[in-house]
């Protein structure tokens, strides 16, 4: 019963997953190359404020923790 021993059925797990992905695919880190503005959006398709499209998006999980 410690914490650090978590026992998943496969229907946690697959809910576990799920949240992980849903995650990835809705939280984008986006940096316009334009006017170099920075922001977290929910989509992969983003514009810029400024009119650009020439955005670069990152997903949220790739940053290191920490
Ligand atoms: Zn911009």
Redesign the pocket.
Known sequence: MGPSSPQFNPEELRRWQFGLRQADDNNVFCH?R????EWVASAHNVQ?????TD?ETISCWQFPDG
Do not use: F, L, P
Request: charged share 20%; proline share 0%; aromatic share 0%.
């Open positions: 316009c334009q006017c170099d503005r810029c404020t400024c009119g650009s955005v």
